[in-house]
T-cell receptor
Framework: NAGVTQTPKFRVLKTGQSMTLLCAQDMNHEYMYWYRQDPGMGLRLIHYSVGEGTTAKGEVPDGYNVSRLKKQNFLLGLESAAPSQTSVYFC????????????FGPGTRLTVT | DQQVKQNSPSLSVQEGRISILNCDYTNSMFDYFLWYKKYPAEGPTFLISISSIKDKNEDGRFTVFLNKSAKHLSLHIVPSQPGDSAVYFCAAITGGTSGTYKYIFGTGTRLKVLA
């Protein structure tokens, strides 16, 4: 069991460039989440999905899009990166019966210059 | 507004002693409270939870206490070990059903256990 994996681990973008972060889980979880973590702040929810083919906005969705075409994958897209999107991005998943236990990936450190 | 607050950014404790990490919240409608632990360059890992209808939950060396009248919860680690050195996030869940649950995280407390 790999758990939750994230690709890539690090990335540097120039302002205006686009990229996609990939999250994959092998635990057959229905729920998947994308968070960002910034210095001095807690994890903030960007978007989430309650099942294959569904997505919903979280607390800070502006500038991001997501897709959940397959149950095991949750993609986070930045169409036109801005320096304010410099952050560490975490993906998480959980099963329906245990809402308190999210399984997190190792994170992607993104720098936008 | 910060609904879940961890007012101590860091804490140092001697090995073998008790570590107490604190968290305050403002929303009385939270359903669960959680603690996650995070090591550098890794994602957070779930540690322990407590339902809003309980006042204590224990799992080995870790105990979480919930004081609803004070809107305060705390995590006790006894005895503290050097491997417990990490950042601890307090979090809360709100929302009516599993599909609509929202997770609110605190800013974290860095615990250092001194050998």
């Amino acid at each position: 069991n790999a758990g939750v994996t994230q690709t890539p681990k690090f990335r540097v973008l120039k302002t205006g460039q686009s990229m996609t972060l990939l999250c994959a889980q092998d635990m057959n979880h229905e729920y998947m989440y994308w968070y960002r973590q910034d210095p001095g702040m807690g994890l903030r929810l960007i978007h989430y999905s309650v099942g294959e083919g569904t997505t919903a906005k979280g607390e800070v969705p502006d500038g991001y899009n997501v897709s959940r075409l397959k149950k095991q994958n949750f993609l986070l897209g930045l169409e036109s990166a801005a320096p304010s999107q410099t952050s560490v991005y975490f993906c998480a998943s959980r099963e329906d019966s245990r809402p308190y236990e999210q399984y997190f990936g190792p994170g992607t450190r993104l720098t936008v210059t | 507004d910060q609904q879940v607050k961890q007012n101590s950014p860091s804490l140092s404790v001697q090995e073998g002693r008790i570590s107490i990490l604190n968290c305050d919240y403002t929303n009385s409608m939270f359903d669960y409270f959680l603690w996650y632990k995070k090591y550098p360059a890794e994602g957070p890992t779930f540690l322990i939870s407590i339902s809003s209808i309980k006042d204590k939950n224990e799992d080995g060396r870790f105990t979480v206490f919930l004081n609803k009248s004070a809107k305060h919860l705390s995590l006790h680690i006894v005895p503290s070990q050097p491997g417990d050195s990490a950042v601890y996030f307090c979090a809360a869940i709100t929302g009516g059903t599993s599909g609509t649950y929202k997770y609110i995280f605190g800013t974290g407390t860095r615990l250092k256990v001194l050998a």
